[in-house]
């Protein structure tokens, strides 16, 4: 099936926590497919240098069965480093476009993917776009709530598997302010914070607003 054929030309890739898989500009060679962990996807800012404060620009999070390192060219377009343990599909890029070039049912699997991650994209736009602090959390945490749902795991407890730092990024927050938006939202019983990696609706209704990006009374 598409699966074994994939394994054909694939290998296994293993990535400790915090090592860059590869970086923005480089040469494209390898593509990813997620096995096991979590990996962040980010961009220099135009000076060359990281984001503010010396950070990442983070542009997307990537689960199990994620596809990165997707070819608008010959160079990478961002740079990827695993945030947590990373066990990938590695597969050479000239390989893999010799197999979609001679098998429709491989080459149709991969559209999917592309356009499952375009979708992802357009959704970390909207997510920026909103104005308040609360809206983005509630939505970036939703987004990782259907992410579990898509995997098949449980969705009792939202897994946030990045550090504070990360997920500021994404959301184009400083980290002081992603920290009241948390205490804000637990203090008002929307959300229970277990510890810092889990984290739990309890009010689904004014949850469910906020990630549909509106305010809600205090």
């Not at 010799?98 to 375009?118: A, E, G, H, M």
């Not at 709530?145 to 969705?155: C, F, I, K, N, V």
Request: aromatic letters at 10%.
């Amino acid at each position: 099936g598409k699966r074994a054929q994939l394994t054909q030309i694939s290998s296994i890739a293993q990535f400790k926590k915090g090592k860059r898989i590869y970086s923005e500009g480089e040469v494209l060679d390898k593509i990813f497919i997620v096995i096991t962990g979590t990996v962040a996807a980010y961009k220099k800012s135009q000076d060359g240098k990281k984001s503010q404060d010396g950070k990442k620009h983070i542009v997307t999070f990537l689960y199990p069965k994620d596809l990165f390192g997707l070819w608008g060219g010959r160079r990478y377009i961002v740079s990827t480093e695993a945030i947590t343990p990373v066990v990938a599909y590695s597969f050479r890029a000239s390989a893999l476009r010799q197999q979609l070039s001679r098998n429709p049912k491989t080459y149709s699997y991969f559209v999917t993917k592309i356009c499952d991650q375009l979708s992802q994209n357009q959704d970390h736009a909207l997510l920026l776009s909103r104005l308040y602090s609360a809206p983005k959390l509630a939505m970036f945490l939703n987004m990782q709530r259907q992410a579990q749902l898509m995997r098949g795991e449980s969705t009792d407890e939202i897994y946030l598997p990045m550090r504070r730092t990360d997920i500021a990024e994404y959301l184009g927050l400083s980290l002081a302010a992603l920290s009241r938006t948390f205490s804000m939202l637990s203090a008002r019983r929307i959300i229970k914070i277990r510890n810092r990696r889990h984290v739990i609706i309890i009010n689904r209704k004014v949850f469910e607003k906020l990630a549909n990006g509106r305010r809600t009374r205090k």
